[in-house]
């Protein structure tokens, strides 16, 4: 009879034990677009921290709002920052405030298939929202040929092309659309997905681009890193300061120092129409979407400790996988950031 | 006397005489509880979704009413939601490829069930059991990469040129459309059409054709007046298969309708269905009501595929009164 307390004793220690060497499991869940970069954070960071274990479901901005709203994820992770009423929607929900973690920056171009043009094509705001608009409906539309001098534009019909599944990329694309255009902005509006005036709808970037690709005389947009790694041709934007830019890593990095100056304390901003010369218009930061208040101690600092490695040496992996570091003033004030998680 | 009677209603043969007990002991019972159960289930699933898809809907059911069957605008920025265009480009997708498939579908039965030699049949239906296995997604890519082009450099010109006075076949054509997912689908469903089919008709009793042949008629008067109107009803079985797997498919659909919530008459310009609005998007889906408008769709789809089932029934009950053999 003395055996059983014994034996209680050395289970419950055992069970401790195999408590103790449970990696922590830390849950996310949200945008599709940084997943690569995301992906490749968490199991290097986990090398080093072996107690650590990331679980992250690449399920979509929209569903990674409402799963750390619902507080099923213990992080969440979105392309457009949340909007009030979905902040207060948290706020109810929750008993406290969420904070948002930019961590890399992304860029949606505009892909085309001419027939007969095989350099990159030149785009101003109001080309752009005009095609999208249906209101420019000829490739020989003077907005389009009197940027593109030299280029042979033929006088047929433009089919435009966007994304027909809800996207980070089409919030990035509208959201810009908004900025250039009073009339998309009444209109329209900016969104995951909105009710396009003009044009047929792709799945997801390679439907976009397959689009494209099939159809002479069409206008698409896709996410840059995706043309960048599939070889797509892609056309120049004017930026708000006039110049034509191209977009690229240092391009899109450049949106971001031109609007960390008057970057937000709780980093909700968006960087389309960015100043600057050499700013790409049409780039985005994508954000992690972490709870101010985390009552579980290892958890908070488990996420802390993960942010604060991120900014330094994480965003070393960013361009290895063609995605653009955030700029020092950002880095700097994110830093700050972290210590409001209680 | 017997007291223990079960209380579940038989329909086999009544042992009277036998007490509850013994039927317990000899698994009677416990076969026909646990097999009333799994029947049970089928039910008990369908209520639960149809439920769930109701309960989570309630937003816009109050807000929209009726006019959600009616509204043409899907507008997540702004908050309206309709399912009108949706519903067309159900229909209409499903209707073009029931068009097709249907002929091409119980023709090719005919010929493997009665025609054509055991040996070739047999080896026919592997094939056909393959392509009805073949995951939609393949079929997407293959709409997307051949027929898409072949829309437009082949059946676009050949349509619109002499067609082209009919709304039905007017427009530009950008490959992509209500034709294009029309033709997918019947790729999708013709396989479902042809199993089910032969296997109907190959049921048919042999004395029926026995007797055709014996007074006079050629093989194909005793096929096409006797053997089919006999498998009439599980033919029809075959078509309502066929119908639910169009109504309800999405991967194929979306990657080649255009997915532009917009009502057109001709066939070649592009649309969306309802299942493809619900799986594009589900996962961005923000805010409560634009997610239940999602989710109210999905009843909508529920309702559709109920209705056109029940259509199509009352249309078999009406056309076969004479009555046929087989049903499915």
């Known amino acids: 009879m003395k055996r059983i307390p014994m034996l209680l004793a050395a289970a419950i220690a055992l069970s401790a034990l195999i408590w103790a060497e449970t990696p922590l499991l830390i849950n996310g869940a949200g945008a599709t677009f940084p997943y690569p970069i995301y992906s490749k954070w968490f199991d290097v960071y986990k090398k080093n921290n072996t107690n650590l274990e990331f679980n992250y479901q690449s399920v979509g901005s929209g569903a990674g709002i409402r799963q750390v709203t619902d507080g099923t994820v213990d992080f969440g992770a979105t392309d457009g920052p949340m909007n009030d009423e979905q902040l207060k929607a948290f706020q109810e929900k929750r008993g406290t405030g969420i904070l948002h973690f930019p961590t890399v920056l992304g860029a949606v171009v505009p892909t085309y298939n001419v027939p007969g043009v095989s350099g990159a094509l030149n785009f101003t705001p109001d080309a752009l929202a005009g095609i999208y608009l249906g209101k420019i409906t000829k490739w020989n539309d003077p907005a389009i040929t009197s940027v593109n001098k030299g280029v042979n534009l033929p006088a047929n019909d433009i089919v435009v092309v966007h994304r027909s599944d809800g996207s980070g990329t089409t919030y990035c694309w509208t959201d810009y659309l908004s900025k250039v255009s009073d009339e998309w902005k009444t209109k329209v509006g900016k969104g995951t997905s909105v009710n396009w005036p003009a044009g047929l709808g792709g799945k997801g970037n390679e439907g976009v681009t397959g689009q494209v690709k099939e159809t002479p005389n069409s206008l698409g947009y896709v996410e840059l890193i995706y043309a960048a790694q599939n070889n797509i041709p892609y056309g120049t934007v004017k930026n708000s300061s006039g110049a034509f830019v191209k977009a690229d890593l240092n391009s899109v990095s450049e949106a971001a120092a031109g609007a960390a100056k008057e970057m937000p304390d709780d980093f909700r901003v968006s960087i389309t129409n960015a100043p600057g010369k050499a700013a790409y218009p049409i780039s985005t930061f994508t954000w992690l979407l972490i709870p101010e208040k985390i009552p579980d101690a290892r958890k908070r600092e488990a996420i802390k400790g993960f942010l604060s490695w991120m900014l330094a040496d994480g965003q070393g992996y960013n361009e290895a996988l063609t995605y653009a570091k955030l700029p020092k003033e950002v880095i700097e004030k994110e830093k700050k950031a972290i210590n409001k998680i209680q | ?328």
């Not at chain 2, 498998?231 to 997915?259: D, H, P």
């Open chain 2, 1 to 328: 006397m017997t007291t223990a009677t079960p209380t579940i209603h038989s329909a086999g043969p009544r042992v009277g005489s036998r007490s509850f007990l013994s039927q317990l002991r000899d698994g009677d019972e416990i076969a026909r509880l646990v097999t009333f159960l799994f029947a049970a289930s089928v039910v008990l699933v369908t209520v639960l979704l149809v439920l769930e898809l109701w309960t989570n809907s309630a937003l816009p059911r109050t807000k929209f009413g009726l006019h959600f069957f009616v509204t043409q605008v899907w507008d997540p920025i702004m908050n309206e939601y309709g399912a009108l265009p949706f519903i067309y480009g159900t229909v209409m997708t499903s209707a073009i490829a029931l068009l097709l498939a249907v002929p091409l579908g119980i023709g090719a039965a005919i010929f493997l069930a009665e025609l054509a030699p055991a040996r070739i049949s047999d080896a026919l239906q592997f094939f056909i059991d393959l392509l009805a296995a073949v995951p939609s997604v393949i079929y997407g890519l293959l709409g997307f990469f051949i027929i898409v082009p072949l829309m437009r450099t082949v059946i676009y010109p050949a349509l619109n040129k002499p067609l082209g006075f009919m709304p039905m076949f007017k427009g530009p054509s950008y490959g992509v459309g209500f034709l294009t997912a029309g033709i997918v689908l019947a790729i999708m469903v013709i396989p479902y059409i042809i199993s089910v089919s032969r296997e109907v008709l190959l049921s048919v009793p042999r004395d029926q054709r026995e007797a055709a042949l014996a007074l006079g008629s050629t093989r194909w008067e005793s096929t096409w007046k006797i053997v089919v109107p006999f498998a009439k009803t599980g033919i029809m079985g075959s078509i309502f298969l066929a119908l639910a797997r169009a109504l309800g498919e999405t991967m194929a659909v979306t990657m080649v309708i255009g997915n532009t919530p917009k009502i057109s008459a001709s066939i070649f310009a592009p649309g969306y269905s309802i299942a493809a609005v619900i799986a594009n998007e589900f996962t961005e889906a923000t805010g409560d009501l634009y997610l239940q408008s999602l989710i109210e769709l999905g009843l909508v789809l529920f309702l559709l595929t109920f209705i056109l089932n029940g259509l199509a029934r009352l249309l078999i009950i009406v056309t076969t009164q004479k009555g046929s053999g087989i049903a499915v």
